[in-house]
């Protein structure tokens, strides 16, 4: 079917930065909205920002100024650029994507599905 894999998660000084990457791969008709969340155990998952097809942007108030979610569609890759860095940050951070995916071979039928990639660990400490 389709998946997505996150990367670029690590450890970080305050006010450092990091660039996190989701690639969607499979029987991809098209990807719809995309987004980054985050979570830290024993806590719900948070969003953090989301993007639509078609360019449309929001974010997490305690992200803005700081974090820029960006997508190239012709690599069915999603990113986020975080600057500024502080503790709080640290969390698993996960993207997800609402994708319209082909069910059958000859690409004839299609369906779809939110996939959840399985998340990247960003720490943020001195």
């Known amino acids: 079917q389709v998946q997505l894999v996150e990367s670029g998660g690590g450890l970080v000084r305050p006010g450092g930065s990091l660039r996190l990457s989701c690639v969607a791969s499979?029987?991809?008709?098209?990807?719809?909205?995309m987004g980054w969340h985050r979570q830290v155990p024993g806590k719900q998952r948070e969003l953090v920002a989301t993007?639509?097809?078609?360019?449309?942007?929001n974010y997490a108030d305690s992200v803005k100024g700081r974090f820029t979610v960006s997508r190239d569609n012709a690599k069915n890759t999603l990113y986020l650029q975080m600057n500024s860095l502080k503790p709080e940050d640290t969390a698993g951070y996960y993207c997800?994507?609402?994708?319209?995916?082909?069910?059958?071979?000859?690409?004839?039928?299609?369906?779809?599905?939110?996939?959840w990639g399985q998340g990247t660990l960003v720490t943020v400490s001195s």
């Open positions: 997800n994507a609402d994708i319209t995916y082909y069910v059958d071979p000859n690409y004839a039928r299609y369906s779809n599905l939110e996939v």
């Open positions: 499979g029987n991809i008709r098209s990807i719809n909205a």
């Open positions: 993007i639509t097809s078609g360019g449309t942007i």
